[in-house]
């Protein structure tokens, strides 16, 4: 970029800032970063960008393949199916954060007394998380939805305390092997209470593979609440999500292909997105983690 | 015997797991806002403050928490898992046992599905790594990973069933003229039935098993005794598929168990879309109508199914490796 001549080492580059430059020379991340950021502007700007209010309803013009004045067509009740899905972009990106939030708060705090005091407190917690696992994951988040009303509220709270088990077992094999380390151990010596050595001196030491796993996990609850909502038991019509979307496309297959193409289209590349910038953070952010 | 010795272990450790699968799927059961009885009694007009406390004894709600979970958990053993709130009062077990055959055979065929192309895709990545063949898979695995799989069901109904009607859409077989088929057209009626289902199950979990394979044939391609085999003049061939292969699968095993509870969640939604009797779509119905007795009987059965997917995937772990199997480590 400048008119220097770029001086060539050999000496690998270190310090703050290395992670972005591995970072950046992943084709696959930079796509992952690329693909998330346009997510997020879609998401804030969504009432400039959408050419028609996504629940207007318009009889005139209900089931219209694709046409210059409704760039996606319209749906079953002649709303704007372009517009619906740039509404869309703000729920799962709702969903996806408030979910995953929940879930990493949840594991890291139970992650972290697990590794940290280790002993019984370690074995219990540990076995809860055995005992969680053994549900699919959508069934017991079913059975929840079936008690209560499924709004966009309480989808989220669901996906999150039915998603804590992987971040536990990640931030309790993290603590397991800081808290023999020589800083935890000068820290302790020097009269540090357990919280504050939890939180400050051990969990930043944490973050890099909680990050990661958080944004692998975003892609996992999009992915989620789209097939609650698919089956009717997430996000409720008219409020547009890409899952309840698809509905209607299931729906109306015979007549209307682009109710189903475009919401599932949306899905995967938003769950590509994240899952991208994950695997790309993960190299990037910490060589003991790569899997290859 | 340190293979009974092995086996026995992990069967104890299976028991505090089972107990703790009860308890939280009573608890959802239990400590959810409304009663189980709630919905039965609130549509009835007919129902007054005293029906109501004779139906809550007939439920034994009136009993504190901790005898009803046991008589729960008694009724369990017996596979008396109550009645169901519909119409027909079936019980419940009755009708997990009608579906419980289906979504078996479509996840045990999908697990073969998985396995026959995800091990040859993964090894065949890792032996090229780095090269256009294994970036193209990577992507065409990202992409996989990423699609929801009840949105390329859709996608496949719409293009072979819909535009190209060369595959059924729904059902486990074809409702008009089934019963005059000879056997071999009733299995040939069933493979094109379940093909779509079969595919779409599999699709998840195809990306993530062969991403597993390609990461465990890299590590084991690096050990040692790999060098050793080449250095000695084996064939390329022999090294990889006769000592790196063998030892890459093994923690294949363990993966496989651990992917049972994503297969039978996946149910859920290939069953509802396909129309298939199975687990899945009883699920969905039963929370549609609120059917309690079905959805946490559902619950329980298919997180012990997962939990015997762990035994299974024990089982076969050592059976497999020699250092379990004859209990000389090193």
Known sequence: ?292 | MPFIAYLSKRLIALIPTFIGITIISFMVMHLAPGEPIGVQADLNPKMTPEVRERLRALYGLDKPLYVQYWRWLDGLAHLDLGRSFAPDRAPVWNKIKERLPVTILINSLSLGLILLIAVPLGVASAVRQGGLFDKAVTILIFVFYAAPSFWVAIVLMLYLGVDLGWLPVSGLHSLMGYNALSPMQKVLDWTRHLLLPVAVSAMGGLAGLSRYVRSSMLEVLRQDYIMTARAKGLSEHAVIYRHALRNALLPLITILGLSVPGLIGGSVIFESIFAIPGIGQLMWSSVMSRDYPVLMGNLVIVSILTLLGNLLADIGYGLADPRIRTGRHG
């Open chain 1, 1 to 292: 970029m400048g008119d220097k001549p770029e001086v060539k080492s050999t000496i690998p580059k270190s310090g703050r800032f290395a992670w972005w430059r591995s970072f950046t020379k992943n084709p696959l991340a930079v796509a992952g970063l690329l693909i998330v950021g346009c997510l997020i502007i879609t998401a804030i700007l969504a009432p400039v960008i959408s050419p028609y209010d996504p629940q207007a309803i318009n009889t005139w013009h209900i089931l219209e393949p694709p046409s210059r004045a409704h760039l996606l067509g319209t749906d079953t009740l002649g709303r704007d199916c372009l517009s619906r899905l740039i509404y869309g972009v703000r729920i799962s990106l709702l969903v996806g954060i408030v979910a995953v939030g929940l879930a990493t708060a949840i594991g890291a705090a139970l992650g972290a007394a697990a590794g940290y005091y280790g002993g019984m407190i370690d074995t219990l917690l540990m076995r809860f998380v055995d005992i969680m696992l053994c549900f699919p994951a959508i069934f017991l988040i079913m059975a929840v939805i079936a008690f209560l009303e499924p709004s966009i509220l309480n989808i989220m709270v669901i996906i999150g305390l039915t998603g804590w088990m992987g971040v536990a077992r990640l931030v309790r094999a993290e603590f397991m092997s800081l808290r023999e380390r020589d800083f935890v151990l000068a820290a302790k010596l020097s009269g540090a209470s357990d919280r504050r050595i939890i939180f400050s001196h051990i969990l930043p030491n944490a973050v890099a593979p909680i990050l990661v796993s958080a944004t692998l996990g975003i892609g996992g609850a999009i992915l989620t609440e789209s097939a609650l909502s698919f089956l009717g038991i997430g996000v409720q019509p008219p409020t547009p999500s890409w899952g309840n979307m698809l509905t209607q496309g299931k729906d109306n297959i015979e007549v209307a292909w682009w109710l189903s193409i475009f919401p599932g289209l949306a899905i995967l590349i938003a769950v590509l997105g994240f899952n991208l910038l994950g695997e790309g953070l993960r190299d990037a952010l910490d060589p003991r983690m790569k899997r290859d």
